[in-house]
């Protein structure tokens, strides 16, 4: 009976790792098709279309303007989140905390579209022209809360000497602050860096509503499948899921290695 | 900072010391931080200013935008209060039906996903020894780094006419010709739950992993049968975690926007649609869109928080 329901279980596992992993499979296979239709069995094999990515100028200025949104963003809402972090950590009794601490976390809880929507709606009273300002910004306010769950975790974790240490030796709080908490903050700013980066690069929806004429690379791939599918754009989405999955994979582990540190 | 740090080891005094002795700086701290209560309200004040603006701000003008006749405004002519925007909802079908598909929709593939997770996460936090069920959680989250588009076209040519599956039917020779899965109801349904599995599985393994093996094996001491174990002690002991996965899946599954766009087709228009094409065909309907968009907010927020409330009484709020 045991055995039974463990042999099913991991059934059950290795069935879902097929489930995730065929279709990316499939679709990195099919960018390597010589041929310009989508679809199996695939009778020749062809580097052209990978090689034509980095020929491709539109696709490599895309590539370069969601790289930057990307940066700009993380900069932005690991800054905001910490303080936001910081003033949550430190005021436990603040009457107003639980209400704070609600509005920090709306964004995470407000459906994709309807953020993107009601952001739009407010870039417009804000004046802030459609653009790269306009996503940044919607980017930045998605992420600001993983990034304040994150720090915050890792903060509640400082023993309060270490900075009281630091202020005895006669530093002012902001020196307290940034020679002892960040540097006691890094794995977790780098794993939430990590994570806001994948996020806003892999954004679709905001990136949608609040761009001007310029593309990021999820919209380029979304209005060239207007156009039809081709192995082109596999073999665009195959270059951005190899560089999302690289960074994804080095996020985790520092990640990982903040939590072992958290447990030693 | 660390670069200019860096640089002034050889000085004498270090960068740091040269920094605090500056007249400028040593005011701005004074001014800054000269009393706990100013400390406080330089931490207080930005985070505040913060959630409000940025956070609660945009859904308060969507909000305000939803009761106006014009938006945005014309030269020369003040928008007027109306409620014309959500009657417009409750007279035509073509609003009411994508709304109603929507929440239905999201209902189902919340409880498809969780029925098609909770044996994975089972699994990974019962069955396997400490230090594999981390090798083979990561295996899992490696396709979750990958964007919601580049999913969404994995799943299109994996149910294609000419796509993979077809494919293997065909040369089982199970039929004749393709089964059109694409555009239906179907293939959106594997690609939402593609894109929303691992939001379901994490916070169930991690209620699993937290819950002691003892007390199943308490209950078998007892007598109970693997399906009362399961029944009466490891679901309820779990339900934290359903609840919150469920909510997670539940809201953002019914707000995707470009993957029912690409895998659904006219049957299966979701209200994101909808809602969108106010903003982008019909430029001047924003209001509508505004209105439409907040009942949809509000509806969404009120299931997955009754449904919080019902699973797990203790927690209060649809904080996921």
């Not at chain 1, 539109?58 to 993380?74: D, K, P, W």
């Not at chain 1, 989140?81 to 964004?107: C, D, E, H, K, Q």
């Not at chain 2, 040519?157 to 059109?180: S, T, Y």
């Not at chain 2, 007390?215 to 679901?235: C, H, K, P, Q, V």
Request: hydrophobic residues 55%; contains cysteine.
């Amino acid at each position: 009976m045991k055995r039974n329901s463990r042999a099913f279980l991991a059934c059950a596992y290795w069935a879902f790792v097929v489930y995730l992993f065929v279709p990316l499979m499939l679709m990195v296979m099919m960018g390597f098709k010589d041929s310009k239709f989508i679809g199996f069995p695939i009778r020749s094999w062809t580097l052209e279309w990978y090689l034509g990515v980095f020929r491709d100028t539109e696709v490599l200025s895309v590539f370069g303007y969601s790289l930057l949104i990307a940066i700009l963003s993380t900069v932005l809402s690991l800054a905001i989140g910490t303080w936001i972090a910081a003033f949550l950590n430190s005021y436990r009794t603040f009457p107003g905390r639980m209400l704070v601490f609600g509005l920090t976390l709306l964004p995470a809880v407000v459906p994709g579209i309807i953020s993107a929507i009601s952001l739009r709606i407010y870039a417009r009273v804000l004046g802030i022209e459609p653009g790269l300002w306009a996503i940044v910004w919607s980017h930045a306010v998605h992420n600001v809360p993983f990034v304040v769950l994150v720090v915050i975790a890792r903060l509640s974790t400082l023993p309060p000497s270490q900075t009281e240490a630091a202020r005895d030796l006669g530093a002012d709080p902001l020196i307290a602050f940034i020679r002892v908490t960040v540097p006691y903050l890094r794995p977790a700013l780098i794993g939430a860096g990590i994570f806001c980066l994948l996020l806003s690069f892999d954004d679709f929806v905001r990136s949608f509503f609040l761009g001007g004429y310029d593309p990021t690379l999820p919209v380029l791939i979304f209005t060239r499948l207007h156009s039809g599918m081709s192995p082109e754009i596999n073999a665009i989405a195959t270059v951005a899921l190899v560089l999302t999955a690289i960074v994804g994979i080095w996020a985790e582990r520092s990640m990982r290695r903040m939590r072992k540190e958290q447990n030693a | 900072m660390m670069g200019d740090a860096a640089v002034s080891r050889g000085d004498r005094v270090p960068f740091w010391g040269r920094t605090v002795s500056l007249p400028f700086y040593k005011g701005l701290v004074t001014f800054l931080f000269g009393s706990p209560r100013r400390q406080f309200w330089l931490l207080a004040s930005f985070s505040i200013i913060w959630v409000l603006f940025a956070h609660l701000g945009p859904i308060l003008q969507m909000l305000h935008v939803s009761f106006l006749d014009g938006y945005p405004p014309t030269a020369g002519r003040e928008p007027v209060m109306t409620l014309a925007n959500y009657e417009r909802f409750f007279s035509e079908s073509i609003f009411i039906l994508p709304f109603f598909r929507t929440l239905a929709f999201a209902s189902l593939l919340t409880a498809a996903t969780l029925v098609i997770t909770y044996p994975v996460a089972y699994f990974l936090a019962r069955h396997v020894r400490r230090q594999r069920q981390l090798a083979l959680l990561l295996l899992l989250l490696i396709p979750f780094w990958v964007g919601e588009i580049v999913r969404t076209y994995a799943i299109m040519i994996l149910l294609g006419n000419n796509g993979a599956v077809n494919l293997l039917l065909r040369w089982l020779g199970l039929v004749d010709r393709p089964i059109p899965f694409m555009y239906t109801g179907f293939s959106l349904s594997i690609g939402i739950i593609y894109l929303t599995a691992l939001y379901m599985l994490l916070p169930l393994y991690s209620a699993l992993e937290k819950l002691p093996a003892s007390y199943s094996e308490a209950a078998a001491d007892l007598g109970a049968g693997g399906w009362t174990r399961f029944r009466r002690i490891t679901l309820p002991l779990t339900r934290e975690g359903i609840a919150s996965g469920c909510t997670l899946v539940f809201l953002i599954s019914s707000g995707y926007y470009a993957t029912p766009v690409l895998l659904g087709g006219p049957a299966t228009t979701v209200f994101a649609e909808t809602v969108a094409r106010f903003f982008h065909v019909a430029g001047d309907e924003w209001p509508t869109g505004a209105a439409f968009s907040c009942l949809m907010l509000l509806t969404a927020l009120a299931i997955a928080g009754a449904f919080n409330r019902l699973v797990s009484p203790r927690r209060v709020g649809a904080g996921g």
